[in-house]
């Protein structure tokens, strides 16, 4: 009982939610649901953006910092009446008047919120408060995008929302991971304590067209290194597993989630088509002749030999050194998602990856000669 409370099953206002924007139901505007996405200018969010701009009663607002994002992922909005672009870092804090929050401001590759850690948590938690006080200001309903890495190294496989996790508090990856927990955290107390509306979606591994080139996670590696000929850089020890989610799917969990009833968390990711005796219980005993026809979780070896055979046959599969606190295994359990949301993936990693070459080979400007 206690557990199921601390993990949002079971929550309590202690104040009704304040009033929501008169925007809401104004009769007189164009657009009537005025929708803030933080980090909107980035992968997920941009796509986001697009999905949100086919609703003509949406007006969308972008804040972003441009840290891991660029303008160039929403060059098709730029100028549109019903959408507005504010260079402006979370950290600080954001007087406007918006009905919905999708929060998603926040370095995702490893490489990036490394870089600078302070920053990163600052982000998570600085950001996530103030973008919880503006909520609470106007009534709006926020959503912010948490992450699988809240789980950790995980002991229990696949990972269900129930499940509290095996972080580092002070490693290499605890801005990240951390700082996503405090943002839960301040996500809920927000909720209880001001009744302010949440959402909170636990995001597993995403990919897709509009990932930085060089961002440096392995879905983008492995493809821009097949296109240029370099050798796909497997981390060692190349068994630990992820489950890959395409953008398309994610966004339409994340508005789906939205505009629900269920304040979550809950996973949204793609763990495939569950093959009965095909778990991953034991992260050591990783059979890589799988291929595609097992449950949706990859190990990165495997990950890289799909990328070889769908886009480069000839290039090199090398062994790296590996990062501290890599995750050695990752798969959502998605059970809520489908009978709260009625949501589960279409997209295979077979189909999406050749979307995602497409857009690698026109950004890069390599032709495919095979
Ligand atoms: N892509 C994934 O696999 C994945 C998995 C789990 C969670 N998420 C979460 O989803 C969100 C989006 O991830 P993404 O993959 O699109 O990453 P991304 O790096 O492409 O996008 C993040 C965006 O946030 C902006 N940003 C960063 N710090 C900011 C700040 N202080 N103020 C304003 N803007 C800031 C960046 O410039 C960028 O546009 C993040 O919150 C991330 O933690 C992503
Ligand atoms: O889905 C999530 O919750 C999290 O997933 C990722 O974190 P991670 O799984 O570590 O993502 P990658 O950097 O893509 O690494 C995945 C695996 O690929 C391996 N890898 C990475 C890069 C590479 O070139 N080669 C390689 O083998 C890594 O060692 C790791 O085991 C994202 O970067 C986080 O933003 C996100 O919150």
Redesign the pocket.
């Known amino acids: 009982m206690a557990k199921e409370a601390a993990n949002g099953e079971n929550h309590s206002t202690t104040k009704p939610p304040p009033n929501p924007s008169p925007l809401r139901s104004a009769k007189f505007f164009q657009a009537n649901m005025r929708i803030l996405v933080t980090g909107g200018a980035g992968f997920i969010g941009s796509h986001l953006v697009d999905k949100l701009m086919e609703n003509e009663k949406n007006e969308v607002i972008v804040v972003d910092n441009y840290f891991t994002g660029s303008k160039d992922n929403l060059r098709q909005w730029i100028g549109h009446p019903r959408f507005e672009l504010i260079r402006h870092d979370v950290t600080e804090p954001l007087l406007i008047e918006v009905d919905q929050i999708y929060h998603l401001a926040c370095p995702?590759?490893?490489i990036f919120y490394k870089y600078n850690p302070v920053k990163t948590i600052k982000t998570n938690v600085i950001g996530t408060l103030n973008m919880l006080g503006l909520a609470k200001r106007v009534g709006a309903r926020i959503l912010l995008t948490s992450?699988?890495?809240v789980y950790g190294d995980p002991l229990v496989h696949p990972q269900d929302e129930s499940y509290w996790g095996n972080v580092n508090p002070i490693g290499v990856r605890s801005c990240?991971d951390e700082g996503k927990r405090v943002a839960e955290t301040l996500m809920f107390d927000y909720h209880r304590q001001h009744g302010i509306e949440i959402r909170i979606a636990r995001?597993?591994?995403?990919y897709g067209p509009r990932m930085n080139i060089d961002d440096?996670?392995?879905?983008s590696?492995?493809i821009a290194q097949a296109i240029r000929d370099e050798p796909l850089?497997?981390?060692s020890p190349?068994t630990?597993t992820?489950s890959f989610c395409y953008v398309s799917d994610m966004v339409d969990g994340l508005i789906r989630l939205m505009q629900g009833n269920n304040t979550g968390p809950i996973n949204i990711g793609n763990p495939g088509i569950v093959i009965p005796n095909c778990h991953r219980d034991d992260h050591n005993d990783v059979n890589t002749d799988l291929g595609f026809s097992h449950a949706g979780e990859f190990t990165?070896v495997e990950l890289a030999e799909n990328v070889k055979e769908l886009i480069n046959p000839k290039v090199e599969i090398i062994s790296v050194e590996?990062?501290p606190d890599?995750?050695r295994q990752?798969k959502p359990d998605i059970t809520k998602a489908k009978e709260l949301l009625g949501w589960e993936p279409k997209i295979k990693l077979r189909e999406g990856l050749p979307l995602m070459e497409k857009d690698f080979r026109k950004r890069l400007g390599i032709h495919r000669t095979n």
């Open positions: 995702a590759s490893p992450t699988s890495e990240y995001i597993f591994n995403t440096g996670r392995v879905v590696n492995f850089t497997v981390q190349g630990q992820r990165m590996n990062t890599d995750p990752r």
